[in-house]
């Protein structure tokens, strides 16, 4: 299985800050990638898919980056919205695997 | 809009059954692969079973293969997910998905909780 490890696991930013989430593959996974967002509560959704693709309607100061092993998520200008718990997830071979999770707090 | 609403979770004992159901609406059923994607209390998330857009093909995660069926009516629009021989480490929200073809679960349902306890 690719185990897929994300850093941090928390993370605490201020308002208007950038804040980076990284995840690392097992393997190389050829930017078969996804970020995700789960709030507070809620579901999951889609941000980024292919290591650099925003999905339709995610806001544009969030991007992704990387590719082979090594991936990122950047959130710009951080608002008080995008507190949440981050995940990546390859999805390149099943199993199809996610990392543990970042949580982002604000500061 | 894009809905996928689950049904049928709750408290179950353990070795017994339980099926899931999600019907989805807004898109062309048919068209896509679906997923059943789980997560355990405060716990991080975890890809259960994925099906092809017609049903010809399933994949499953190791600790389920041989107790857990995922399946679809596309007639019906509903995606399935029947668990047997269900242990604690089942327990979990579990999450209809729709598998993006350029990969990814781009839509989720609410999720819906499963007990398994005695």
């Known amino acids: 299985d690719i185990q897929m490890t994300q850093s941090p696991a928390s993370l605490s930013a201020s308002l208007g800050e950038t804040v980076t989430i990284e995840c690392l593959a097992s393997?190389?996974?050829?930017?078969?990638l996804a970020w995700y967002q789960q709030k507070p509560g809620k579901s999951p959704q889609l941000l980024i898919y292919y290591a650099n693709s925003l999905n339709d309607g995610v806001p544009s100061r969030f991007s992704g980056s990387g590719s082979g092993t090594q991936y990122s998520l950047k959130i710009n200008s951080l608002q008080s919205e995008d507190v949440s718990i981050y995940f990546c997830?390859?999805?390149?071979?099943?199993?199809?695997?996610f990392g543990g999770g970042t949580k982002l707090e604000l500061k | 809009e894009v809905q996928l609403v689950e049904s049928g979770g709750g408290l179950v004992q353990p070795g017994r059954s339980m099926k899931l159901s999600c019907a989805a609406s807004g898109f062309t059923f048919s068209n896509y692969g679906m997923a059943w994607v789980r997560q355990a209390p405060t716990k991080g998330l975890e890809w259960v079973a994925t099906?092809?857009?017609?049903?010809?093909?399933?994949y499953y995660r190791d600790s389920v293969k041989g107790r857990f069926t995922i399946s679809r009516d596309n007639a019906k629009s509903t995606l399935y997910l029947q668990m047997n021989s269900l242990r604690s480490e089942d327990t979990a929200t579990y999450y209809c998905?729709?598998?993006?073809?350029?990969?990814?679960?781009?839509?989720w349902g609410q999720g819906v909780m499963v007990t398994v306890s005695s």
């Open positions: 099906i092809s857009y017609d049903g010809s093909s399933t």
């Open positions: 393997e190389d996974i050829y930017s078969n």
């Open positions: 997830q390859q999805n390149y071979d099943s199993p199809w695997t």
């Open positions: 998905t729709r598998s993006s073809f350029p990969g990814g679960f781009d839509y």
